[in-house]
């Protein structure tokens, strides 16, 4: 969870210096939160008599999975017993409304599902490797999906350790991957005053996309003999992703004064808004079979294990793949 922001000690210097003290509470609290982009994760990198200066150019392209992900993400507000928020329609004498939260009513821990995870329904990738050394390769990639009309694109940079022994090829893959993710998020923004119970409520909603890095591993195992047509290759991998810099900007209904941007002469402020953090443990299968000297052809599918994300509808997530590894 975020940490929560105060203001205690420049009101304490205030209150020497101006004789002020803050005089209100304001709450930020994350209602739902829809998360859209893939679970991009490193090429299958084969090892098969490794060279020094060899450059292998990979495009990949895999089958998204159709079945999306839900679960709950922290931060949400208390609810009343049917676990709805519950608030009061107030008429104000020009006609206009605002809305309270009485502090009596929504006395119950929120337990239903305000995370939704929507996966792509396909993946374009494009990878450059080169042997720095028969041991070492340096890795650059991209990949490109689509979500509910959003192109997403992620880039990826690593090293790779490579060994290739009699009939076994293994390879060690470690780098930075900056990934997109465009997010929907429903805020809460309670405004109180530290001698009421009362709140005054406002409601955000917000669509934009946010850019992040993460660190990412894996290991290849392949078989390596050249009397059989197909060989077989094993890859561990673990991604992750993160999304921490939401903020409510635009209001759902029309305030009399809206709570952005707050003065912080005079409020408190708690922002118990959840991050979203996902990791994903990868186990990818797969056969291998060089078309000729130069081109190499590898399936498999990628199954991948959520890890993070409580109370999720599913953990498993599988993908199909294809991808060509031209060898120069």
């Known amino acids: 969870m975020k940490s929560i922001h105060s203001i205690a000690s420049v009101c304490v210097a205030a209150i020497v210096l101006f004789g002020c003290a803050p005089t209100k509470e304001l709450t930020m609290?994350?209602?739902d939160l829809q998360v859209n982009g893939g679970t991009t994760t490193p090429p299958v990198h084969i090892t098969k008599e490794p060279r020094e200066n060899e450059i292998h150019i990979i495009p990949r392209i895999s089958v998204?999975?159709?079945?999306?992900?839900?679960?709950?993400?922290?931060?949400?507000?208390?609810?009343?017993?049917?676990?709805?928020?519950?608030?009061?329609?107030?008429?104000?004498?020009?006609?206009?409304?605002y809305y309270q939260d009485d502090g009596r009513t929504n006395t119950f821990t929120y337990e239903g599902r305000n995370l939704k995870r929507v996966f792509p329904s396909y993946n374009l990738g494009f990878d450059l490797d080169f042997g720095l050394s028969k041991s070492v390769?340096?890795?650059?990639?991209?990949?490109?999906?689509?979500?509910?009309?959003q192109g997403l694109w992620s880039y990826r940079a690593g090293l790779g350790f490579r060994s290739h022994r009699e009939h076994l090829g293994v390879r060690f893959d470690v780098g930075w991957q900056w990934e997109e993710l465009y997010y929907t998020a429903?805020?809460?923004?309670?405004?109180?005053?530290?001698?009421?119970?009362v709140s005054t409520v406002a409601f955000y909603s917000?669509?934009?996309?946010?850019?992040?890095?993460?660190?990412?591993?894996?290991?290849?195992?392949?078989?390596?003999?050249?009397?059989?047509?197909f060989n077989g290759f094993l890859q561990l991998g673990m991604t992750s992703q993160k999304l921490d810099d939401i903020k409510p900007r635009h209001l759902d209904f029309v305030l009399l004064s809206p709570f952005f941007p707050v003065p912080m002469d005079n409020a408190v402020q708690d922002d118990k808004r959840g991050d979203y953090?996902?990791?994903?443990?990868?186990?990818v299968p797969g056969l291998y079979f060089d078309v000729d000297d130069r081109i190499r052809f590898?399936?498999?599918?990628?199954?991948?294990?959520?890890t993070l994300i409580e109370d999720r509808t599913r953990s498993v997530l599988v993908t199909p793949f294809v991808q060509l590894d031209f060898q120069f």
């Not at 429903?186 to 119970?197: C, D, G, I, N, Y």
């Open 29 to 31: 609290y994350l209602q």
């Open 64 to 97: 998204g999975s159709t079945n999306n992900l839900t679960g709950r993400i922290e931060g949400h507000t208390k609810v009343n017993r049917n676990g709805v928020f519950e608030v009061d329609t107030v008429v104000r004498g020009d006609n206009g409304v």
């Open 137 to 149: 390769a340096l890795s650059f990639g991209t990949n490109y999906a689509e979500v509910s009309g």
């Open 186 to 197: 429903q805020t809460v923004v309670a405004e109180r005053p530290l001698s009421s119970s």
């Open 206 to 229: 917000d669509e934009s996309k946010s850019s992040h890095g993460r660190f990412y591993v894996s290991i290849v195992f392949n078989t390596v003999h050249t009397d059989w047509l």
């Open 277 to 283: 953090l996902s990791t994903m443990v990868h186990v």
């Open 298 to 306: 590898v399936a498999g599918a990628r199954v991948s294990f959520e």
